[in-house]
């Protein structure tokens, strides 16, 4: 970037335009193995200073990567190179809860944990609970439409938003959604920010719904049987939705082994497990949910007691440390967040073990099995031809069998070449329109979700192909 623009952006920020790398380390990488230092980290303090800052950047054709908690894993909230950062974490707000239209309006920066703490004081939760609840942010939830286990019962985040605040790529500030819980006013503008990734705008504010809190929840651990079809287990389970199930996720044994060496883990490690939640009235009603439960799990093959954790969320927190468990058991590797069809999750599996036998690496497998939405793991090192390969190919089979290359974590750089494949030329004419009409000058979040290649190449290498690779930690 040339240095008059820096000056320019300077004079305007002040003290709120970082630089330097050493500090700018903090913002050059997210949780996926790839990082860029940007060229400064803009922390603005209102919404007419983003507003400023997109003036500045149309100007000046520079890229503005948005960045919440920094926790995406595929390379969402990693800079391109050139970039100018906009941190928004530190707008931490909440702005209103309002236990009678059930919302909570927020700063796009309100980690999804306090908006959590805050909602039960009102006796209501936001339904969406990432693994990464306690540092991923509302915006970045909204921008990846993130998921969690309770997802099997809610749905993800884009089912919760009912309104934003955002700052176009043309620096128009635009009021999406309304506060009331249903909406039939023709294509919902609103929804295509959700898992935008920062590509057609800014959120600046959010609205989300709320739910009254489940009198009881309680999460078990069952153990299941390495030959159990994990498919028929799922669509068996997956019935259990009307039953009060809330949650229906698994581990395999590679996983559950890495999972139970974590301090005060609980979990058996010798073999597969399901992970499910109920939710009840009362203790009653949870002993009668409970034993229609055993009934399910009998017809599904198993047989073995669950473990009862009365802490439903201590278990989600567990399990939302899987990857780090995996990091310290299998080092750098392809992991990958794929969706499955529940009739085609034997036949993914399948694929994963030839996948096994030929490469000879270490594979493992875990996810929220009651929406088919899975995480394949192969110990092979990203970034090389094999390993992004191997990852082509567990992206592709997802496809071929009905489904999706993300279930959850979106596209970010790893996966914006697969994406762009997927849609076909039909799908990207549209998606460029949109791009078009949001971001104009294609300064938002360049070379991710949707790509611009005429305005990348204006810029030089493609960011993609130029960040740096990094090794995640171990
Ligand atoms: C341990 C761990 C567990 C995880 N578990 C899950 C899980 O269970 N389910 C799941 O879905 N994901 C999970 N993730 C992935 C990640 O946490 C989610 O994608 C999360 O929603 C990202 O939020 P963030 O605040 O960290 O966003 P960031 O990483 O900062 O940003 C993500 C994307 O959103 C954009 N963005 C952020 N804020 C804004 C804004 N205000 N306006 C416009 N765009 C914005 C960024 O530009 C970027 O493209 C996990 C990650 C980790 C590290």
Redesign the pocket.
């Known amino acids: 970037m040339d240095a008059a623009a820096l000056r320019e952006l300077r004079g305007l920020l002040g003290e709120r335009l970082v630089e330097g790398a050493e500090r700018l380390t903090r913002v050059s990488a997210?949780?996926s193995h790839l990082a860029c230092v940007p060229a400064a980290c803009a922390l603005p303090r209102d919404v007419s200073e983003v507003q400023a800052i997109v003036r500045w950047a149309r100007r000046h054709r520079v890229p503005l990567?948005?960045?919440?908690?920094?926790?995406?894993?595929d390379g969402?909230?990693v800079p391109v190179p050139g970039a100018v950062v906009v941190d928004?974490?530190g707008w931490t707000s909440i702005h209103e809860i309002d236990p009678v239209d059930r919302i909570a309006r927020v700063a796009?920066g309100v980690v999804n944990r306090t908006l959590q703490e805050a909602a039960a004081v009102h006796g209501m939760f936001f339904p969406p609970n990432?693994?990464?609840w306690r540092?991923?942010?509302l915006?970045?939830?909204?921008?990846?439409?993130?998921?969690?286990?309770r997802s099997f019962r809610y749905g993800p985040t884009r089912a919760w938003v009912r309104a934003a605040e955002v700052v176009m790529g043309t620096a128009e500030r635009v009021a999406l959604g309304g506060r009331s819980a249903k909406r039939s006013t023709g294509p919902d503008l609103l929804q295509l920010?959700i898992g935008?990734?920062?590509?057609l705008?800014?959120?600046?504010e959010i609205t989300v719904g709320l739910l009254p809190r489940p009198p009881r929840r309680c999460a078990l651990a069952v153990p299941i049987p390495e030959a159990r079809s994990l498919g028929t287990v799922a669509a068996t389970l997956a019935r259990g939705l009307s039953w009060g199930l809330s949650a229906l996720e698994y581990l395999d044994a590679a996983c559950a082994a890495a999972l139970s060496n974590t301090p005060g883990a609980r979990l058996p490690g010798d073999r597969p497990l399901l992970l499910l939640e109920i939710e009840s009235v009362d203790a009653d009603d949870e002993a009668v949910r409970l034993s229609a439960l055993s009934g399910m799990l009998r017809n599904a093959g198993l047989s073995e007691d669950p473990l009862v954790f009365p802490d439903a969320d201590q278990l989600w927190t567990l399990r939302?440390?899987s990857?780090?468990a995996l990091d310290r058991a299998l080092g750098p590797r392809i992991r990958e967040d794929v969706g499955v069809p529940l009739g085609r999750i034997d036949e993914y599996l399948q694929e994963l073990a030839r996948i096994a036998e030929e490469t000879g690496a270490r594979t493992c497998l875990y996810g929220h099995l009651g929406e088919g939405s899975l995480h394949p793991n192969v110990a092979l090192a990203p970034g090389t031809p094999r390993g992004e390969e191997i990852r082509s190919r567990l992206l592709e089979t997802a496809v071929r069998l009905g489904g999706t290359l993300s279930a959850?974590?979106?596209i970010?750089l790893v996966k914006a070449a697969a994406w762009e494949r997927s849609v076909g030329d039909e799908g990207r004419r549209v998606l460029r329109a949109v791009k078009d009409a949001c971001d104009p000058d294609g300064i938002l979040?360049p070379g991710?979700v949707l790509r611009v290649p005429e305005v990348d190449r204006g810029r030089g290498p493609s960011p993609g192909a130029s960040v740096a690779g990094r090794t995640p930690p171990a």
Do not use: Q
């Open positions: 997210d949780a990567v948005v960045r919440g908690g920094g926790t995406s894993l969402e909230s928004l974490s796009p990432p693994g990464s540092t991923s942010t915006g970045g939830n909204v921008s990846t439409n993130a998921s969690g286990p920010m935008g990734e920062g590509t705008g800014i959120l600046t939302g440390s990857g780090e959850e974590h979106g970010g979040n991710k």
